[in-house]
């Protein structure tokens, strides 16, 4: 049963901490999303990558966010120096390129930075 | 920038009844629209893609139409069940193509027995 998976779950920090949040993608798709939601916002689009190369971080806050795809099995995201503000759940979702467009979501990482 | 409105208020139906759900959205008009299911504590989870040549979509309960006159999407599940009972968003790709998503907030449906 393929699924996205992150780590960790859940990360309680303190401001000021770095924080990295790690995704493993289903094996063989080549398009992987980050996203953060809150109530406010809703679900917003951090970053994009395709075929590890990223294509798009337009959504991040480029000062303390940061996201890399070392290998096709690992995507992260970082963030240096956490803020209370960051508060959210990041989710990472991947999907492929030739055929449907859907994407398939991972379970998330609840992050709060007191 | 495209927007996309979903009815922010809760929706409250007996089991049995049809749920509509509504989604609108502001500007271009998308090559496709995505209905996502999502529950408390979980990613959101794939339901439907309906192209903008396709007027409608089924699948089980499911109905999914596409309006691109009116710019708007409706969510129909037939026969709503307790189990049904979630939050429902939809999406657009962002114009420029690359599988990028604009979700809407969602709109959270409650069935009732």
């Known amino acids: 049963d393929a699924r996205v998976t992150q780590t960790p779950r859940d990360k309680v920090t303190e401001m000021g901490q770095e924080v990295t949040m790690r995704c493993q993608p289903i094996l063989g798709h080549n398009t992987v999303f980050w996203y953060r939601q809150t109530m406010m916002q809703g679900l917003e689009l951090l970053a994009y990558f395709r075929n590890r190369a990223p294509l798009d971080d337009s959504g991040m806050p480029k000062d303390r966010f940061s996201a890399e795809m070392p290998d096709a099995t690992l995507a992260t995201l970082k963030i240096q120096p956490s803020e209370p503000r960051d508060s959210a759940v990041y989710f990472c979702?991947?999907?492929?390129?030739?055929?449907?467009?859907?994407?398939?979501f991972g379970p998330g990482t609840r992050l709060t930075v007191l | 920038s495209q927007k996309i409105e979903q009815n922010s208020e809760a929706l409250n139906i007996q089991e049995g009844k049809t749920a509509t759900l509504t989604c609108n959205y502001t500007?271009?008009?998308?090559?496709?629209l995505q209905w996502y299911r999502q529950d408390p504590g979980r990613g959101p989870v794939f339901l439907l893609l309906?192209?903008?040549?396709?007027k409608e979509k089924r699948k089980e309960r499911l109905k999914v139409t596409f309006d691109t006159t009116l710019k708007q999407s409706l969510f129909h599940i037939t026969a709503s069940q307790p189990a049904d009972s979630a939050t429902y968003l939809c999406?657009?790709?962002?114009?420029?193509?690359?599988?990028?998503?604009?979700f809407g907030a969602g709109t959270r449906l409650a069935v009732h027995p």
């Open positions: 309906i192209r903008e040549n396709e």
């Open positions: 979702a991947s999907g492929t390129t030739s055929g449907s467009e859907e994407q398939f």
């Open positions: 999406a657009v790709p962002f114009s420029g193509g690359y599988n990028k998503l604009i």
């Open positions: 500007n271009y008009s998308p090559a496709y």
